[in-house]
C-alpha cells in the first residue's frame, strides 16, 4: 500500500515539488530573482498565470520557460 500511495504522490506533485524547489533555490541564491518574476510578468500574461499556478500549488514551469532560465543563471554567473 504504501509503495502505491508514494507513486500516486509523484505522479501527481512529484513535478510541481521539484519546480518549486528549484525556484526555492535560486530565489535564496538570487534575491532579486522573485522581484524581476514578478514584474516580468505584469508584463506578460502567460507568466503571470504560470506564477500563480505555482503559488497556488497546480503549476509547474514550463520546459522552454526552464531551459531559458537556466542559460540565463549560467551566462550571468559566468560575468
Same mark, same amino acid.
Given at each position: 500500500?504504501? &509503495?502505491?500511495?508514494?507513486?500516486?504522490?509523484d505522479r501527481e506533485l512529484?513535478?510541481? /515539488?521539484?519546480h518549486t524547489t528549484l525556484l526555492a533555490g535560486l530565489a535564496g541564491r538570487?534575491?532579486?530573482?522573485m522581484d524581476? &518574476?514578478?514584474?516580468?510578468a505584469s508584463h506578460r500574461t502567460e507568466l503571470f498565470?504560470? /506564477?500563480?499556478?505555482?503559488?497556488?500549488g497546480r503549476g509547474t514551469i514550463p520546459?522552454?520557460?526552464l531551459a531559458r532560465l537556466a542559460v540565463r543563471k549560467?551566462?550571468?554567473?559566468?560575468r
Open positions: 500500500m504504501g &509503495a502505491a500511495y508514494r507513486h500516486a504522490l512529484g513535478r510541481h /515539488l521539484r538570487h534575491r532579486t530573482l524581476s &518574476a514578478v514584474q516580468a498565470d504560470t /506564477l500563480l499556478e505555482i503559488g497556488l520546459t522552454a520557460s549560467l551566462v550571468a554567473g559566468r
